[in-house]
Antibody, heavy 119, light 112 residues
């Protein structure tokens, strides 16, 4: 069974950093398209970024609001995806979802982890 | 960037009646080489992550009831719930996966 479980959320001050983890089971992260999507409280869905499978180059791309501040990576030995978030802003407050995707289609979602950026 | 616009923002439908949600993209999401529309629909119930309902604009994900159907091509798409059930109360989102950045519509809240 495909499963992704996020962790690492919490309260952080503006300008701070946080790293989210996404533990995967039932599939191999290095062979999958993986994305992060976030949802601010009471708001809609916003794509954050993705990493392609190793066979497609393993490259990443990001949404403009997080480009240069957020980095997606993976640890193949742990079958885990990461989202490193730096220079956090109050507008980054959201539930962050890890997703196993089929290219750009989001077919397996985690339960999400809440990140709160506040002083 | 492709902007996805949904309408209405919310709608109230009686049990057993039809619900129709519209989604318009700012440019075509139809890929001519394979004649596929890169458009998906998701359902999000309160306190839960979104769930994929429809992909390629009209293909139901496995396990999705057949009262849900998707239609449209190019820039104009529709999600129809043919006979609304109580468990269909949720927010519905369309999403294009034609090009990066991947973008969602603003969501449509369906209530009884």
């Amino acid at each position: 069974e495909v499963q992704v479980v996020e962790s690492g959320g919490g309260l952080v001050k503006p300008g701070g950093s946080l790293r989210l983890s996404c533990a995967a089971s039932g599939f191999t992260v290095s062979n999958a398209w993986m994305s992060w999507v976030r949802q601010a409280p009471g708001k809609g869905l916003e794509w954050v970024g993705r990493i392609k499978p190793t066979t497609d180059g393993g490259t990443t791309d990001y949404a403009a609001p997080v480009e240069g501040r957020f980095t997606i990576s993976r640890d193949d030995s742990k079958n885990t995806l990461y989202l490193q978030m730096n220079s956090l802003r109050t507008e980054d407050t959201a539930v962050y979802y890890c997703i196993k995707a089929s290219a750009g289609l989001f077919d397996y979602w985690g339960q999400g982890t809440l990140v709160t950026v506040s002083s | 960037d492709i902007v996805m616009t949904q309408s209405p923002d919310s709608l109230a439908v009686s049990l057993g009646e039809r619900a129709t949600i519209n989604c318009k993209s700012s440019q075509s999401v139809l890929y001519s080489s394979n004649n596929k529309n890169y458009l998906g629909w998701y359902q999000q119930k309160p306190g839960h992550p979104p769930k994929l309902l429809i992909y390629w604009a009209s293909i139901r994900e496995s396990g999705v009831p057949d009262r849900f159907s998707g239609s449209g091509s190019g820039t104009d798409f529709t999600l129809t719930i043919s006979s609304l059930q109580a468990e269909d109360v949720a927010v519905y989102y369309c999403q294009q996966y034609y090009s990066s950045p991947l973008t969602f519509g603003g969501g449509t809240k369906v209530e009884i």
